[in-house]
């Protein structure tokens, strides 16, 4: 027969038993919210990734039709970029008239001459500061 002593110490190693696979159910759902949020973050990661390459090839194949487009005839290139100067030049409130003459040399620069976009701004620069 069991004595109360034990009994007692049965009765203290099921608790001590109770508390460790407490302790490792608890360690186990913190491992496994861990690597959920790794899992999430990864999968958030790749989605970004997919979408901004889609976005960078949707532009890249936008922009080349627009730079096509603008260049069969110059001067529509020339005075859209203009109208875009004085526009954004009215927004920012500045010198509309000058920058959108600034920007359509820019653009022609570019368009009908086919310098490179860096020269015709050095350009653009070079007549703006000795006018």
């Known amino acids: 027969m069991e ?9 203290e190693e099921r608790e001590e038993s109770a508390e460790e696979q407490e302790e490792d159910a608890e360690e186990e759902e913190a491992r496994l919210r ?22 960078e090839d949707l532009a890249e194949r936008t922009g080349d039709k627009i730079w096509r487009a603008l260049r069969k005839p110059p001067y529509l290139g020339v005075a859209a970029t203009a109208a875009g100067g004085v526009w ?19 653009a022609y620069l570019v368009l009908e ?8 701004l050095r350009e653009t620069i070079r007549i703006r500061r000795s006018g």
């Open 34 to 55: 861990l690597d959920l949020r790794e899992r999430v973050r990864a999968e958030h990661e790749t989605l970004v990734e997919r979408v901004e390459q889609k976005g």
């Open 88 to 106: 954004v030049a009215s927004m920012l409130g500045v010198a509309e008239l000058a920058f959108g003459i600034a920007l359509g040399y820019l």
């Open 3 to 11: 004595t109360a002593r034990e009994g007692e110490e049965r009765v």
């Open 113 to 120: 001459k086919g310098l490179p976009p860096s020269e015709a």
